[in-house]
């Protein structure tokens, strides 16, 4: 076949799809590349003129090839079709879907994404999908980064580009993000800080718009960061868990038990019927906390990113530092609980005559009581007494007691019964503070295995506080609500014990 003969079939088989408005099947494919390379083995010479095919599978629109020689229509049609394979391809293998039915019937790219949809909704529910993050998640997980780094917060595995992004001022990061959205670059360079401040802030309800999400990014991983950090003692003994509303929960409102002794079965006796008993138990119920602070104008035009990073973080301190004052304040303040009755009392067999210091015989003693301890049925139960709960002073001293063999002060080198008594020393400035010149009271807190004592509830087990921008019209400039639910409620008052203690 002469060169015209080649083109002249391979625009018979461009004009054929496109008279059925599909694109080339698999057939036509492989028979209009042969041709191709029949073209491109002939020996150059002038084409000649002719009607040029045009790209397969588009929409039928000459306007753009009818300029184009022979070999450039057909290169390009040959770069279209590839494209669609490659397309389909790709478009199925991330929905875990197979593309060669779809490849070999010619459907173009909207024909395949209407099956696509028509498959998910059939199917009910969506098809595995891998999500390969756009380069505006790149770049927005890279400043983020950036400035919690420089911030001085730890990030384990900083973002790819976080490094080239860390010196960049805030206003220089505004720019970055405004140019990427489209705005002049020249324009925004020469506005002053202050102007570029209220240019942010009318993007404060823009969901899409990179700065205020690059913000609260920030401000999220440094509170979780820092929140991680703060030293309190209330989760090293307390119990917690989570609930999936702000309603008094009855799951747990009754206890059962009390069920009698097996007896003996004589031959051919009758096993005798039981029925358990039930005890009031308590409910538990979740309160909201918060606060909000704001990016001030200053802040923006001074670069200080502490707003990002040190004002919330030390809101987030005290959120936890919130919860274990509350925690400690159910203890000292001794209020009624779940039985109408005080926390520690007589009644509970929880709570020591006479205040002491923490001693081997005040220890001692404690322990001893919290062992006596029976269940709601009046059956014993088996309390492992595993914590001590003190306040700031007697840390030293329990350190001698419980890791010396001797008896502190004994002429005969008496055995000390508390060595290596598997207790763990938890002390707490808060009851210091709570007490003031009285008495400081102390705890012996049991196994929550063996006994239980006080339980901290979260919302959906959210233990981190909640960050959300506050759409607040008339506000200049960002403002935040930083939130935490939680509730604190006495589970049980055998797992834990009191000694009034002696002032310090």
Same mark, same amino acid.
């Given at each position: 076949?002469?060169?015209?003969?080649?083109?002249?079939?391979?625009?018979?088989?461009?004009?054929?799809?496109?008279?059925?408005? !599909?694109?080339?099947?698999?057939?036509?494919?492989?028979?209009?590349?042969?041709?191709? !390379?029949?073209?491109?083995?002939?020996?150059?010479?002038t084409?000649?003129?002719?009607?040029?095919?045009?790209?397969?599978g588009?929409?039928?629109?000459?306007?753009?090839?009818?300029n184009?020689?022979?070999e450039?229509?057909?290169?390009?049609?040959i770069a279209?079709?590839?494209?669609?394979i490659?397309?389909?391809?790709?478009?199925?293998?991330?929905?875990?879907?197979?593309?060669d039915?779809?490849? @070999?019937?010619?459907?173009?790219?909207?024909?395949?994404?209407?099956?696509?949809?028509?498959?998910?909704?059939?199917?009910?529910?969506?098809?595995?999908?891998?999500v390969?993050?756009?380069?505006?998640?790149k770049?927005?997980?890279?400043?983020?980064?950036?400035?919690?780094?420089r911030?001085?917060?730890?990030?384990?595995?900083?973002?790819?580009?976080?490094?080239?992004?860390?010196g960049?001022?805030?206003r220089d990061?505004?720019?970055?993000?405004?140019?990427?959205e489209?705005?002049?670059?020249?324009?925004?360079i020469?506005?002053s800080?202050?102007?570029?401040?209220?240019?942010?802030?009318?993007?404060?309800?823009?969901?899409?718009a990179?700065?205020?999400?690059?913000? %609260?990014?920030?401000?999220?991983? @440094?509170?979780?960061?820092?929140?991680?950090?703060?030293?309190?003692?209330?989760?090293?003994?307390?119990?917690?868990?989570?609930?999936?509303?702000?309603?008094?929960?009855?799951?747990?409102?009754?206890?059962?038990?009390?069920?009698g002794d097996?007896?003996?079965?004589?031959?051919?006796?009758?096993?005798?019927?039981?029925?358990?008993?039930t005890?009031?138990?308590?409910t538990?119920?979740?309160?909201?906390?918060?606060?909000?602070? @704001?990016?001030?104008?200053?802040?923006?035009?001074?670069?200080?990113?502490?707003?990002?990073?040190?004002?919330p973080?030390?809101?987030?301190?005290?959120?936890?530092?919130?919860?274990?004052?509350?925690?400690?304040?159910?203890?000292?303040?001794?209020?009624?609980?779940? %039985?109408?009755?005080?926390?520690?009392?007589?009644?509970?067999?929880?709570l020591?005559?006479k205040?002491?210091?923490?001693?081997?015989? @005040?220890?001692?003693?404690?322990?001893?009581?919290?062992?006596?301890?029976?269940?709601?049925?009046?059956?014993?139960?088996?309390?492992?007494?595993?914590?001590?709960?003190?306040?700031?002073?007697?840390?030293?001293?329990?350190?001698?007691?419980?890791?010396?063999?001797?008896?502190?002060g004994?002429?005969?080198?008496?055995?000390?019964?508390?060595y290596?008594?598997?207790?763990?020393?938890?002390?707490?400035p808060?009851?210091?503070?709570?007490?003031?010149?009285?008495?400081?009271?102390?705890?012996?807190?049991?196994?929550?295995?063996?006994? !239980?004592s006080?339980?901290?509830?979260?919302?959906?087990?959210?233990?981190?506080?909640?960050?959300?921008?506050?759409?607040?019209?008339g506000?200049?400039?960002?403002?935040?609500?930083?939130?935490? %639910?939680?509730?604190?409620?006495?589970?049980d008052?055998?797992?834990?014990?009191?000694?009034?203690?002696v002032?310090?």
């Amino acid at each position: 076949m002469t060169k015209k003969e080649l083109i002249a079939r391979q625009q018979a088989i461009v004009d054929a799809a496109k008279n059925e408005g !599909r694109a080339l099947t698999a057939q036509e494919q492989q028979e209009f590349e042969n041709l191709q !390379r029949s073209l491109e083995n002939m020996p150059d010479d002038t084409p000649e003129a002719g009607n040029t095919p045009d790209a397969a599978g588009g929409s039928g629109n000459n306007s753009g090839t009818k300029n184009l020689s022979p070999e450039e229509a057909a290169q390009r049609a040959i770069a279209d079709e590839r494209k669609r394979i490659a397309d389909i391809s790709a478009l199925c293998r991330s929905l875990g879907m197979q593309p060669d039915e779809y490849i @070999s019937g010619g459907q173009s790219m909207d024909q395949v994404r209407c099956a696509v949809l028509e498959k998910m909704q059939k199917d009910g529910a969506p098809i595995n999908v891998s999500v390969n993050a756009d380069e505006g998640d790149k770049f927005r997980d890279a400043a983020t980064d950036a400035l919690v780094l420089r911030a001085g917060v730890r990030v384990a595995k900083p973002a790819e580009g976080a490094g080239e992004l860390r010196g960049m001022s805030l206003r220089d990061l505004a720019v970055e993000c405004l140019v990427r959205e489209g705005e002049d670059a020249r324009s925004l360079i020469r506005m002053s800080a202050d102007d570029l401040y209220n240019s942010l802030s009318r993007q404060f309800y823009n969901p899409t718009a990179a700065f205020p999400a690059i913000l %609260d990014a920030t401000i999220r991983k @440094s509170v979780v960061e820092l929140y991680n950090q703060v030293p309190t003692t209330f989760q090293e003994w307390t119990t917690d868990g989570s609930l999936s509303d702000f309603k008094e929960t009855s799951d747990h409102e009754y206890l059962i038990g009390g069920m009698g002794d097996f007896e003996e079965v004589p031959e051919n006796g009758e096993i005798k019927a039981d029925l358990p008993k039930t005890e009031l138990l308590p409910t538990r119920k979740l309160k909201t906390f918060g606060k909000q602070f @704001s990016m001030t104008r200053q802040a923006f035009v001074n670069d200080d990113i502490g707003f990002l990073t040190r004002v919330p973080g030390l809101y987030a301190t005290k959120a936890k530092k919130t919860i274990d004052k509350q925690v400690y304040q159910v203890l000292y303040y001794n209020q009624a609980i779940f %039985d109408k009755k005080a926390l520690f009392d007589k009644t509970h067999n929880n709570l020591i005559a006479k205040g002491a210091k923490p001693s081997q015989q @005040s220890v001692q003693e404690i322990i001893l009581q919290m062992q006596k301890q029976t269940d709601p049925f009046g059956d014993a139960i088996y309390v492992n007494p595993k914590f001590i709960i003190v306040p700031v002073g007697y840390e030293f001293d329990l350190a001698v007691m419980l890791h010396s063999t001797q008896v502190t002060g004994s002429n005969n080198n008496d055995y000390n019964p508390m060595y290596n008594y598997p207790l763990k020393v938890v002390q707490t400035p808060i009851l210091n503070a709570l007490a003031g010149n009285n008495p400081v009271p102390w705890f012996m807190v049991a196994d929550p295995m063996s006994a !239980r004592s006080v339980h901290v509830d979260y919302l959906n087990n959210q233990k981190t506080p909640t960050i959300r921008r506050m759409e607040a019209p008339g506000v200049l400039g960002f403002t935040w609500d930083i939130y935490m %639910d939680w509730g604190i409620t006495v589970r049980d008052f055998r797992g834990i014990a009191k000694n009034p203690g002696v002032a310090i």
